[in-house]
């Protein structure tokens, strides 16, 4: 069965210090790797997904095959980007999105 | 566009007792999902319906049920309520066949 693990329940760093939320799957095939984020007192929303390589707000995630993981990276963090993080992992077929338990993370200015 | 609606938003039930969830989707959507959402465990996935059949189904008792109807709006439902049951109730549609899900705000319930 897939499974997401990420390891971190907590995060907290400083403006403008560098950010890696990680985020590592279990799953033998090719599976679609997602970020969604949850702001205080707004709705789950997908942030960015792996097969389309964008940057959103800042963020980057690569797959990494090998080691089996999707960490979630910006440079610079900002306080706006406290919120919930939630990796997910989903495999093309009938099949549900599988989330980690997700990281919080916390900007301090 | 109207996002995925959930009602209602906050209810407060005492053990025993049975409730329902609504969620209507994103128009065109014909998939919705539920999860649970708690402190500790994060998002647990319910079950999943498309075109009213229910395709997937996650590993919760028997208690919690559901059902999606003609024009893609589901239900759920928990019977026998018990205090663990207390949580965020999530609601996701999409198109079906991706894991894009477009997520209402959550029926937070409250068991006594």
Redesign the interface.
Known sequence: AQRVTQPEKLLSVFKGAPVELKCNYSYSGSP?L?WYVQYSRQ????LL?HISRESIKGFTADLNKGETSFHLKKPFAQEEDSAMY?C???V?G?????????TRLSVIA | KAGVTQTPRYLIKTRGQQVTLSCSPISGHRSVSWYQQTPGQGLQFLFEYFSETQRNKGNFPGRFSGRQFSNSRSEMNVSTLELGDSALYLCASSFGGTGELFFGEGSRLTVL
Not at chain 1, 94 to 102: D, E, R
């Open positions: 679609e997602f709705r789950l929303q997908l997904r939630y997910a992992l989903w093309m009938n099949t549900p999105l599988v989330f980690g338990k997700g």
